[in-house]
């Protein structure tokens, strides 16, 4: 007992020193303005959001008044002032969107041409998975867009819109020029810089052959394809390769890897950055933007976010229990059953999963390349018992697809499958035992796992368990985030299997182009090397679909053929619950407007500086 007490107190002592170090403040005074609504036409319907540039305001803390009627009435008046303070179980290692994909806070300072309606209703859309569907999508940067043709998209950016005011932009107007400059130097788009050896290799970007801009607001983008869906994923994807950064500092320092010679023009402003620690940014005075819903109010709300890094969920549990955390996510049901009852002041939000679990074996060594042991480790493993005991019956015992399910109207849900089909996805483990002895391996074989440690780790020794009644040895090889995509996805130094703790490759609810891509011979995220002629003519198909249509039947038709392939070994995409401060408001459960599950913060600044803290509920709570 002396020793619970003991580490329970050096947990919170340390998350104490965490929040105060490296902690910087900011004087912010928020203003009010009223702004106009402009709607745009064209072959795109668009609604803009309504913001405008900001201006110089007397130093007080508004708080605003609220139309009666509106579905957000009910969430409270945003008010002024504190500091949010969020996990992240990986350490952030990248501020610039040319570097390797790697955690990374860019949307923290800098703004996109799109992002999410801030105004929409989460019972028509929750944005709740990855994708946005265009229909969902507002325009940030973005005041109005027009498909010309069915291969030009003319984008028609906000007046007025200012980077922050530190050297080298020094405050100036974004125009059209930065936002040519971003996508030539990151894409190689009819420019001649040197393209981005981390984004060329997997973008649909590719098919772009020019952008360019015709005047100080407005961008042409010309692709080589005829297909506005495919070119409205891409340009409007939550992905980091959207954000805009400022070509001054860009040419002054080479690149933005050094975190101290970021400059963007979106709300919050780095101030400090601790590695393995945590990250401070501080309110940006000069925001451009305003709140959508209450259009007088300046963003963003809070003095600063201070990002701590935790990788161990206790810890991070911890400090949620005694008030230094104000929100974390990603935790399984066994966690969250076990909080609910401690500490049920704490509210909590259940989550589909960004992609599901799965175990990804290497498709081209032995003895995986063999169809049936693939099989035969899927039907060795009961999953409506898992789901029916380990997640308390909260997620779906149906074997994943390749598209998630609940990216309604894609893909083939699993009561469409054909019942053969059903039959090779379900428990069996004497079929399981006679696929492997017909594979040459009668009594089982011996293998490694290379695993993501954000992973759900407890769901992986259950798996293991299973595999041991069949013969097959498992071994466990766990690695930071960081250091699993270096080694997996980077370098591909695995020599059997992997297993991600999201971002997997079943389960997706990533845009549907990116879907096609997830097995593609040429794909740098194929990284269990799977070669398949058949999935890569589906690519080609989807680029040249004319219709929506088309391509919701071209995404069916391949979900069925992956599930026959058995490419990976299928979990499920459980439902994961976040949870937060009584005291933080403005939050609904918006996935990647935190993170906790995937390492990635790729929204977080768009809904950090809509969300607020309420002060006075949280020092009448006692913190």
Same mark, same amino acid.
């Given at each position: 007992?002396k020793t619970?007490?003991?580490?329970?107190?050096?947990?919170?002592?340390?998350?104490?020193?965490?929040?105060?170090?490296?902690c910087?403040?900011s004087?912010?005074?928020?203003?009010?303005?009223?702004?106009?609504?402009?709607?745009?036409t064209?072959?795109?319907?668009?609604?803009?959001?309504?913001t405008?540039?900001?201006?110089?305001?007397?130093?007080?803390?508004?708080?605003?008044?609220?139309?009666?009627?509106?579905?957000?009435?009910?969430?409270?008046?945003?008010?002024?002032?504190?500091?949010?303070?969020?996990?992240?179980?990986?350490?952030?290692?990248?501020?610039?969107?040319? !570097?390797?994909?790697?955690?990374?806070?860019?949307?923290?300072?800098?703004?996109?041409?799109?992002?999410?309606?801030?105004?929409?209703?989460?019972?028509?859309?929750?944005?709740?998975?990855?994708?946005?569907?265009?229909?969902?999508?507002?325009?940030?940067?973005?005041?109005?867009?027009?498909?010309?043709?069915?291969?030009?998209?003319?984008v028609?950016?906000?007046?007025?819109?200012?980077?922050?005011?530190?050297?080298?932009a020094?405050?100036?107007? +974004?125009?059209?020029?930065?936002?040519?400059?971003?996508?030539?130097r990151?894409?190689?788009?009819?420019?001649?810089m040197?393209?981005?050896?981390?984004?060329?290799?997997?973008?649909?970007?590719?098919?772009?052959?020019?952008?360019?801009?015709?005047?100080?607001?407005?961008?042409?983008?010309?692709?080589?394809?005829?297909?506005?869906?495919?070119?409205?994923?891409?340009i409007?994807?939550?992905?980091?390769s959207?954000?805009?950064?400022?070509?001054?500092?860009?040419?002054?320092?080479?690149?933005?890897?050094?975190?101290?010679? +970021?400059?963007?023009?979106?709300?919050?402003?780095?101030?400090?950055?601790?590695? !393995?620690?945590?990250?401070?940014?501080?309110?940006?005075?000069?925001?451009?933007?305003?709140?959508?819903?209450?259009?007088q109010?300046?963003?963003?709300?809070?003095?600063?976010?201070?990002l701590?890094?935790?990788?161990?969920?206790?810890?991070?549990?911890?400090?949620?229990?005694? !008030?230094?955390?104000?929100?974390?996510?990603?935790?399984?049901?066994?966690?969250?059953?076990?909080?609910?009852?401690?500490?049920?002041?704490?509210l909590?939000?259940?989550?589909?999963?960004?992609?599901?679990?799965?175990?990804?074996?290497?498709?081209?060594?032995?003895?995986?390349?063999?169809?049936?042991?693939r099989?035969?480790?899927?039907m060795?493993?009961d999953?409506?018992?898992?789901?029916?005991?380990?997640?308390?019956?909260?997620?779906?015992?149906?074997?994943l697809?390749?598209?998630?399910?609940?990216?309604?109207?894609?893909?083939?849900?699993?009561?469409?499958?054909?019942?053969?089909?059903?039959?090779?996805?379900?428990?069996?483990?004497?079929?399981?035992k006679?696929?492997?002895?017909?594979?040459?391996?009668?009594?089982?074989?011996?293998?490694?796992?290379?695993?993501?440690?954000?992973?759900?780790?407890?769901?992986?020794q259950?798996?293991?368990?299973?595999?041991?009644?069949?013969?097959?040895?498992?071994?466990?090889?766990?690695?930071?985030?960081?250091?699993?995509?270096?080694? +997996?996805?980077?370098?591909?130094?695995?020599?059997?299997?992997?297993?991600k703790?999201?971002?997997?490759?079943?389960?997706?609810?990533?845009?549907?182009?990116?879907?096609?891509?997830?097995?593609l011979?040429?794909?740098?995220g194929?990284?269990?090397?799977?070669?398949?002629? +058949?999935?890569?003519?589906?690519?080609?198909k989807?680029?040249?679909?004319?219709?929506?249509?088309?391509?919701?039947?071209?995404?069916?038709?391949?979900?069925?053929?992956v599930?026959q392939?058995?490419?990976v070994?299928?979990?499920?995409e459980?439902?994961?619950?976040?949870?937060?401060?009584?005291?933080?408001?403005?939050?609904?459960?918006?996935?990647?407007?935190?993170?906790?599950?995937?390492?990635?913060?790729?929204?977080?600044?768009?809904?950090?500086?809509?969300?607020?803290?309420?002060?006075?509920?949280?020092?009448?709570?006692?913190y």
């Open positions: 007992m619970k007490i003991i580490w329970s107190c050096l947990v919170v002592f340390l998350l104490v020193a965490m929040l105060f170090a490296s910087t403040t004087s912010t005074t928020p203003t009010t303005t009223q702004t106009p609504t402009k709607t745009s064209g072959t795109s319907v668009v609604t803009p959001s309504t405008t540039k900001s201006t110089t305001a007397p130093a007080v803390t508004t708080q605003s008044t609220t139309a009666s009627g509106n579905w957000w009435d009910k969430l409270g008046k945003p008010t002024y002032g504190g500091v949010m303070v969020v996990r992240n179980n990986a350490d952030i290692v990248n501020f610039d969107q040319y !570097g390797p994909k790697l955690p990374s806070c860019i949307s923290m300072f800098e703004d996109r041409l799109f992002v999410d309606n801030w105004t929409l209703d989460p019972a028509v859309f929750s944005y709740k998975i990855n994708w946005r569907p265009s229909d969902y999508v507002k325009g940030q940067l973005a005041e109005s867009w027009e498909f010309t043709d069915l291969s030009t998209l003319v028609h950016l906000r007046k007025g819109i200012h980077w922050q005011n530190l050297p080298p020094n405050g100036r107007e +974004v125009v059209a020029g930065d936002i040519v400059y971003h996508y030539q990151s894409f190689n788009l009819g420019s001649g040197t393209p981005s050896p981390y984004q060329t290799s997997n973008t649909i970007f590719l098919n772009c052959q020019t952008v360019a801009a015709t005047d100080n607001y407005t961008v042409v983008f010309k692709w080589k394809i005829a297909n506005p869906e495919v070119i409205m994923e891409n409007t994807s939550i992905g980091d959207n954000s805009i950064e400022c070509p001054e500092a860009v040419k002054l320092w080479g690149d933005l890897s050094d975190w101290h010679h +970021v400059v963007g023009s979106g709300p919050f402003i780095l101030k400090d950055v601790v590695s !393995g620690a945590s990250v401070t940014l501080a309110r940006n005075p000069t925001y451009s933007f305003y709140d959508e819903r209450y259009p109010n300046q963003l963003p709300y809070v003095d600063s976010v201070k701590l890094i935790i990788t161990d969920n206790n810890t991070a549990l911890a400090g949620l229990r005694t !008030g230094k955390i104000d929100i974390t996510d990603g935790l399984t049901w066994p966690q969250a059953q076990t909080l609910m009852k401690t500490n049920s002041e704490l909590h939000v259940a989550v589909p999963s960004a992609t599901g679990y799965c175990l990804d074996p290497r498709n081209d060594v032995k003895p995986f390349s063999d169809i049936r042991v099989k035969a480790m899927q060795a493993i999953l409506p018992t898992i789901a029916s005991t380990y997640y308390g019956g909260t997620t779906d015992s149906a074997p697809a390749l598209t998630s399910y609940y990216a309604t109207g894609w893909g083939l849900p699993y009561n469409s499958w054909p019942q053969d089909l059903k039959d090779e996805y379900a428990y069996n483990s004497t079929k399981a006679q696929l492997l002895s017909d594979a040459g391996y009668p009594t089982g074989f011996k293998t490694n796992i290379v695993a993501d440690n954000t992973g759900d780790l407890d769901l992986l259950i798996v293991k368990s299973y595999y041991d009644k069949i013969g097959i040895t498992m071994d466990i090889t766990l690695l930071d985030r960081s250091s699993w995509i270096s080694a +997996v996805q980077t370098q591909m130094k695995f020599d059997q299997m992997a297993y703790g999201g971002g997997s490759m079943l389960g997706l609810s990533y845009e549907p182009n990116v879907q096609f891509q997830r097995f011979s040429t794909y740098s194929n990284y269990i090397r799977v070669n398949d002629p +058949v999935y890569d003519a589906y690519y080609p989807m680029l040249a679909a004319s219709s929506v249509d088309q391509m919701k039947q071209l995404l069916k038709d391949l979900n069925l053929y599930a392939q058995h490419y070994i299928g979990l499920f459980p439902t994961y619950f976040n949870f937060y401060q009584p005291w933080l408001n403005g939050y609904s459960g918006q996935n990647n407007s935190m993170a906790g599950s995937s390492g990635q913060l790729l929204m977080i600044g768009f809904y950090t500086a809509r969300f607020w803290i309420n002060s006075d509920l949280k020092k009448s709570m006692g």
